[in-house]
């Protein structure tokens, strides 16, 4: 049986549907990886399951029943790292995880043992006694990432755990959720930065205007995925001779760069054709290579590479 | 236990949030002893001659110029202060340090005794027509005093009301009607240890050096700064969205209830701590008279606090920015306060405010402290009254509150 389950979760605003129809599940000691652009309803997916928001249909279960959020006892199942800072800046480090506990009902000993272990985890151990503000970004994203796991949850939430974060805060953040998620508990990341997704998650769920687009393991998808076709050439123009066959793609480095997708069902006979104009163009071709399939490839196949608002 | 920790959180903050501090505390004794220094003598006019230093030389020397002394000095009305000449009261008068000067010169005992029942039944015709002069008194008034006259005939008529019986006894049929002398001569030989009741318009005790300005000033800039309170409390609460931990308040295992109620019993106390601090203030500073029975002030701080704390709920309730706070809050507290009397005495607005200023909390505020504070004796259904309105308003206030943030949280 799986931790926890989205079925067919769905949520309008007004007239706007955020999410249309999003169905996943998550195992214990799991770290699943939620994609999706800039609107595509990973965020109110994620209120949803945290009970932030009521969904218009569906429901979340938690260990095959439904995961009522209203009753407090099951609150205590669930951690949230929010995108935004969610901690006090007046207060220290100290301050903000006792009071948090407290919150969520830990005391005395207990409270403060726990206090204490995740700021050695989070490396805030020395830097506990000084008030938030004073800390730089990773330090308060260590924070915020320590008071999701005070109460022990069994599943964690993080969303965009990392933005904005120096890259030691960031291999530590990532050094704590592999922990945490080696010690049993269900972990939903979502994130833009695909290697981070990549490098925590062995399954993911790629969302783009409210609809689940992609739900399997990493390799499973990536294993679909046809490799694009990249050719450097030199000399000559490349001008609009290549349109509706080949992108184009300046490099800093003065070098272009024609891209024949991957996902061409015809991709030898665009080949050829590409070959021949290119020639009758005079432009030198140098070198031919297929480029390495990844998530980030995979995710602009399948959400397009349009700017998002 | 979560709205607990909430208060305690908030009130942590609170005490770490120097500008709230001063804003509550500072200013507001800032305020009172600013205004009662420069406006005292101006709002204790309406007390009439209890105000006026009357400078008094004795040149007669004798016990009936005694004995007139000191019944003025008796009275609450005018503060009397001997002088040793009449110069030195003429020059106390030309420099404004005393309001009016009383000579009664050296022929004034014998003046008296010259008088008979018929001059004191016939004032308008007898030897007493010439007024106070006849019998040898001289009266100025200083030129900036307003009410000059009054003040003339209120000394006159007490130095009549001292020199009656002393002429009617001399008449036989008047005599046994008359108070005996001994009883007369034990009631002035007490100078200044019991004071006569005063007649005055309102019923007001003051206590030994207390300037009765404060009375006013005091309860006036607290529950205005109480209703300050609104402000600081409307910014903690959008302070806690716009940090995202109002988001996390609510993912905890702690009702909606809880949250609202721990963020705004920090407030709540601290309005308390805030009004006592003032009122002990007033005490320690200004020698504010706390009334006849100040333990009538705790419930109608407790009220006065609950409807303050309330209002800052439903403030913050509806405003969104920072920005809004200042316009929204600042404005209702200014005009709230205006219109329900904080600045003048209620006494003093016309009746047509008067009237709308019972739509203010501010304004039940005021009435049940000057019910402790103001009178002889407190009415103790009367504060109960005026608390129980107080805690209607709290209780409208809070629950326009708790409807507005049931959609938020």
Known sequence: MSLLEAIHLRKSYGSHLAVADVSFALNAGEVLGLLGPNGAGKSTTMMMIAGLLPPDSGQVLLDGEVFDTRLPVLRRE?????????????????????????LYGLRGSDLQGRCRELLEQTGLLDAAQRPAREYSGGMKRRLNFAVALLHRPRVLILDEPTVGVDPQSRSHLLDCVRSVAAAGVGVIYASHYMEEVESLCKRVAI????????????????????????????????????????????????????????????????LQTVLARLKDSGVIVERIETQQSNLERLFLQLTGRGLRD | MGAWDITCKDLKLLLRDRRALVLLLLLPLLFIAILGMSTGQFLTKEDGPSRYRVA?????????????????????????????????????????????LLAIGPAFEEKVDELTLRDMFGREQGALADGPEAVHITMQVGPSVGDGELIRYFLFGEIYR?????????????RPYLPREEDESEASSVTEATPEPPVPTEPVKKASNENPVY??????????????????????????????????????????????????????????????????SGRILFQMSWGPEPIYLIPVILCTSAAATSLGLLLAAWVQTDQQVSAYGTSMVLILGGVSGCFIPRAWLPDLMKQLSLATPHAWALRAFDAVLAKDAVDSIQVHDYCFVLLLFAAAFFVGGWWRFRQAI
Not at chain 2, 162 to 174: G, L, Q, S
């Open chain 1, 78 to 102: 669930l951690g949230v790292v929010p995108q935004d800072l969610a901690i006090y800046p007046e207060l220290t480090a100290w301050e903000n995880l006792r009071f948090f506990g407290r």
């Open chain 1, 207 to 270: 969302i783009d205007h409210g609809r689940m687009l992609a739900f399997d393991t990493i390799e499973h998808l990536l294993s679909g995925l046809s490799a694009d076709l990249h050719l450097s050439v030199s000399g000559g123009g490349v001008n609009g001779q290549l349109t509706g066959l080949a992108r184009v793609e300046s490099g800093g480095d003065g070098r272009t760069t024609v891209v024949i997708p991957g996902d061409r069902p015809d991709r030898s006979e665009v």
């Open chain 2, 56 to 100: 008094v030389v004795d040149e007669d020397g004798s016990e009936l110029s005694s004995h007139v002394i000191a019944n003025l000095k008796k009275h609450g009305q005018i503060s009397l202060e001997d002088y040793p000449s009449r110069a030195a009261a003429e020059e106390a008068l030309k420099k404004q340090e005393t309001s009016a």
């Open chain 2, 162 to 174: 001292t020199i009656f019986p002393v002429v009617a006894r001399r008449n036989t049929i008047m």
């Open chain 2, 215 to 280: 009375r006013f000033l005091v309860p006036g800039f607290t529950v205005m700064f109480v209703f300050f309170l609104i402000n600081i409390m409307a910014r903690s609460f959008i302070a806690e969205r716009d940090l995202g931990t109002l988001r996390r308040l609510r993912l905890a295992p702690i009702s909606p209830v809880a949250v609202l109620v721990g963020k705004t019993l920090p407030f709540y106390l601290a309005s308390v701590l805030q009004t006592s601090l003032l009122f002990l």
